[in-house]
């Protein structure tokens, strides 16, 4: 694949763009979800074992990764639907309606 084809957007997924076939969601790109969520994602980082499936799992991108493994949710993007919270292994995700 020439670079000039490849679509993925510029972030840190760049050297593996071209060696795998992987999508990566750009965040917003759905709009703003803040506005409309019925439940947001709440993580206990002392139930968290740091296996990054929730960053893994996310279909719009919005766990970021931290340097230590830790993850953190953009709740701009985050649109609820609780994949994140199904998939963690040790339950320290839990879904939270909003006020």
Known sequence: MDEKECI???NKFDALKY???ISVPDLGSGGKTNEWRLERPIIDNEKCIKCLICWID??????TRKDDD???VNYEYCKGCGICANEC???AIKMQKEE
Do not use: L, Q
């Open 89 to 91: 292994p040790t339950k």
């Open 8 to 10: 993925i957007p510029e």
């Open 19 to 21: 060696d795998y076939p």
């Open 70 to 72: 830790t993850v953190e």
């Open 58 to 63: 996310c279909p719009e991108g919005t766990i």
